[in-house]
């Protein structure tokens, strides 16, 4: 990358979270990390991309389903859609990037093609539920803006519906088993921003969709034992504060790249998924003075990547 370069909702928030993490795993400029000017470090140990695989098999059923109006089959829908999971699943794991490792999965292939079969047509529950079809009814948008001019900013939002009477829905679909833990909600609002960025207006809903725990599911709730169900949806609050605030984030992050600020952050949650946890000196000196060993590498739980327009961001 460099200081042309758009920047995503995944850099930007990696460079929050960890400048140094951001420079090894996507490179800067002319900056050399051990492999030539601009080239990103290569990972030192290579991980199990189950979780990753599992969700791009899903979102691709899902995006097959909206482009091509599969929901207009009726009672035949269901089989089509777990048809559908093996195609997708088949091609997944014959690219040479997406190493599975069973025993880190925790699971066999077929359990995990289950996992991916249950999401979709769980899915189906919610969908009807939260009315997640309307007249316009899109997966897989590239939404792209410009912050003064200057800075380019994009993202794929998994769905944007548009309804008259819910307006405008946009909506991150999510494969993990621990809802909010690992999910961050201005992811969301990044993706509002650019809507906003790319057609002058705000999106009415933002939500989380959990592929593992689709609408009427019931469930012990953890801490009072109560009987409960589930929503399918996590709706997310945001205001136009909010998506200015992203705005001036982006900015700053940005500005801190044009300077070659990449000092490292070690924290053991923000280091919890890195990559580079057991070549970064910076953690390993902080793991050893809190009286801890070496650390080991966890596995990664990747998510999902991220009608373009032109505008200054001004509300």
Known sequence: MDQNSRLSWSSFSLYEKCPQQFLWRYGWDRIDVGHGPGVKKPVPVVRSRHAAVMGIVIQAVVEDMYSNELYRLG????????????????????????????????????????????????????????????????????????????????GFADLIVRRDDTGVTIIDGKNTAHKMKYTDPDQLRWYAMLFKLSYGESPDRLGF?????????????????????????????????????????????????????????????????????????????????????????????????ESAGFSDFSM
């Open 209 to 305: 969709v959990w592929y593992r725990f689709p609408h009427g599911d019931k469930y012990n709730d953890p801490e009072t034992g109560e009987l409960k169900t589930e929503t399918g949806v996590e709706w997310v609050e945001f205001t136009d504060e909010d998506l200015k605030g992203l705005a001036l984030r982006a900015q700053e992050a940005r500005a801190g790249m044009r300077r070659e600020k990449f000092e490292p952050k070690p924290t053991p949650e923000g280091c919890r998924w890195c990559d580079y946890l057991t070549v970064c000196e910076a953690r390993q000196a902080q793991i050893v003075s809190n009286g801890g060993g070496k650390a080991r590498p966890k596995a990664q739980l990747e998510e999902l990547a």
């Open 75 to 154: 009672e035949a829908l269901s089989d089509k859609l777990s048809d559908l999971v093996l195609h997708h699943w088949k091609k997944e794991v014959r690219n040479p990037r997406n190493f599975i490792d069973i025993r880190e999965a925790g699971m066999s292939e077929g359990e995990m093609i289950g996992v991916c079969q249950d999401g979709v047509l769980g899915y189906l529950k919610t969908m009807k539920e939260h009315r997640l079809l309307g007249a316009y009814t899109k997966a897989e948008v590239e939404l792209v803006g410009w912050i003064d001019k200057w800075l380019c900013v994009w």
